[in-house]
Every structure is written in structure tokens, then in C-alpha cells.
């Protein structure tokens, strides 16, 4: 069966400071990954994707993740975090002939400081 | 263009009554989503539709749990006989058809039950 976990429901970082959010999946078939973020208040936006090309994804907002395949981790990255930067933040998996129904993890909540 | 829109945007009602929430998916989007946000569950998926079809409906709690989707457009969740735990987020997404393709989703209808 097909999950996620992701490590870390809350994580809080300083103005400027690497973000590092945490995502492993389980999956018997090749998975396609994802981040979204949801801001209060707001529906889910798609951060970036894998989806069986390159192993390292730059998204939107200078976000990025790397699928590793013999770690099952698609951790996401962002070199220095803004204050806008604060929401929740869904790793998700879909596979093919599941009907890209999204499997989620818990969510990670990003609290930034000045 | 318009994104994925839903009503209403809170619904409270009492328990026991029978509620209706809307999804306006993005126009020529063919596979449409519903997802439940609660406090207890996370994330996660009821039921998919393909056209008018729904070939995925693993993810509905219970048969008080029904949806709908017509001219291939508009869906509607339908949840009778409502109780307490129904009280969730309620989420639409709507996507091209292709299994990568990205989900967008609606901003949710919050269900209160009291």
C-alpha cells in the first residue's frame, strides 16, 4: 500500500535560515510526488511535482525537492525562508493506475521568525 | 482564467440533516476530485470522477455519503443524515486527464455539524 510520512508536524526556522521539510513515501510501484503548501484560510497550491523525469524539481517561490529513490525521500528544500513563507506544507503521492487520487502526509506546519 | 470554486463556503447545520456541497471544477477539466480536511484524519481522498463517471469511490466514509457529477462539469457531495464527525473541510480539485497532470483545487466548504 501506498503512504506518506513526514517528519516533523511542526518546524520553525529563523528569517533568512535554510527551510527543510521531510517526506518519505512507501510505494510497490514507481510514485509521483508532491508539495503543496495551504496558507490560512486558502485551498491547496501546488508547490512542484516528480513525475519520473529529473530527480531533483525547482517549484514556484524558490522551492525545491529531490526524489531519491534508494532513500524513498523527497524532502523539500528552500535555501533561505521568508516571512510569507509560513503555511502548511502536504507531501502527497499518486501512482500510476491509482487515478492520480493524492495520498497525503500529515503536514508540516512552517512557522518563520524575524 | 477562473479557478476551482465551491459552495457554499461554510454550511453549518444540525445533526441529522441533509447537506449539499458544490463543485464548479475548471472548465475542460475532465477528472474531478473530492477530498475531506479534518482535525483527526488529515487529508484524505473520497472519490473521483472521469466525466460523469466515478470509477473511484474507496474513499466515501459510509453510504450516507453520495456524490454526483453531471455534464461533466458541476459535482455535488452529498452527505445525508449528518453527524458530528462529518464535520470536516471539504475539498474539490479538478485536473486534466492525463495521470501527471496537476490538481487544482477549490478553496473548500467548511462543514459544521452541531
Known amino acids: 500500500a501506498q503512504s506518506v510520512t513526514q517528519l516533523g508536524s511542526h518546524v520553525s526556522v529563523s528569517e533568512g535560515a535554510l527551510v527543510l521539510l521531510r517526506c518519505n513515501y512507501s510505494?510497490?510501484?514507481?510514485?509521483?510526488l508532491f508539495w503543496y503548501v495551504q496558507y490560512p484560510n486558502q485551498g491547496l497550491q501546488l508547490l512542484l511535482k516528480y513525475t519520473s523525469a529529473a530527480t531533483l524539481v525547482k517549484g514556484i517561490n524558490d522551492f525545491e525537492a529531490e526524489f531519491k529513490k534508494s532513500e524513498t525521500s523527497f524532502h523539500l528544500t528552500k535555501p533561505s525562508a521568508h516571512m510569507s513563507d509560513a503555511a502548511e506544507y502536504f507531501c502527497?503521492?499518486?501512482?500510476?493506475?491509482?487515478?492520480?487520487?493524492?495520498?497525503f502526509g500529515a503536514g508540516t506546519r512552517l512557522a518563520v521568525h524575524p | 482564467g477562473a479557478g476551482v470554486s465551491q459552495s457554499p463556503s461554510n454550511k453549518v447545520t444540525e445533526k441529522g440533516k441533509d447537506v449539499e456541497l458544490r463543485c464548479d471544477p475548471i472548465s475542460g477539466h475532465t477528472a474531478l476530485y473530492w477530498y475531506r480536511q479534518s482535525l483527526g484524519q488529515g487529508l484524505e481522498f473520497l472519490i473521483y470522477?472521469?466525466?460523469?463517471?466515478?470509477?473511484?469511490k474507496s474513499g466515501l466514509p459510509s453510504d450516507r455519503f453520495s456524490a454526483e457529477r453531471t455534464g461533466g462539469s458541476v459535482s455535488t457531495l452529498t452527505i445525508q443524515r449528518t453527524q458530528q464527525e462529518d464535520s470536516a473541510v471539504y475539498l474539490c480539485a479538478s485536473s486534466l486527464f492525463t495521470v501527471t497532470d496537476t490538481q487544482y483545487f477549490g478553496p473548500g466548504t467548511r462543514l459544521t455539524v452541531l
Open positions: 510505494s510497490s510501484v514507481p510514485p509521483y
Open positions: 502527497a503521492v499518486s501512482f500510476p493506475g491509482g487515478y492520480n487520487k493524492l495520498i
Open positions: 470522477f472521469q466525466g460523469n463517471s466515478a470509477p473511484d
